[in-house]
């Protein structure tokens, strides 16, 4: 089992900057794909960025060049650093780990942390 928390979450105005972290315990594998998702009211999760162990990053167009995801391998810790923030970007942040061993997958979920982007 494994468990992820969350924090960083918070009220900001348009052009403000936030930075959400997540640290991961429990059964971790060596090799892992940390990431974070947001939901939105009314609207399904969907991926914001992730990075593997060594470092491979993917980022949702509507992101690139003002969010910046980051991780601490040796605390299991991933960052994502939040520039330029717009309204479009409030939503319920969540923390994500996948893990692969042979033909299992596992995945887990933090608790969601809430970004509000408003004047």
């Known amino acids: 089992q494994v468990q992820l928390v969350e924090s960083g979450g918070g009220l900001v105005q348009p052009g403000g900057s936030l930075r959400l972290s997540c640290a991961a315990s429990?059964?971790?594998?060596?090799?892992?794909?940390m990431g974070w998702y947001r939901q939105a009211p009314g609207k399904e999760r969907d991926l914001v960025a992730t990075?593997?162990?060594?470092?491979?990053?993917n980022y949702v167009d509507s992101v690139k060049g003002r969010f910046t995801i980051s991780r601490d391998n040796a605390k299991n810790t991933v960052y994502l650093q939040m520039n330029n923030l717009k309204p479009d970007d409030t939503a319920v942040y969540y923390c994500?780990?996948?893990?692969?061993?042979?033909?299992?997958?596992?995945?887990?979920w933090g608790q969601g942390t809430q970004v509000t982007v408003s004047s």
């Open positions: 990075m593997t162990t060594f470092g491979s990053t």
């Open positions: 429990g059964n971790i594998f060596s090799f892992n794909t």
């Open positions: 994500n780990i996948r893990m692969i061993l042979g033909a299992e997958r596992y995945e887990y």
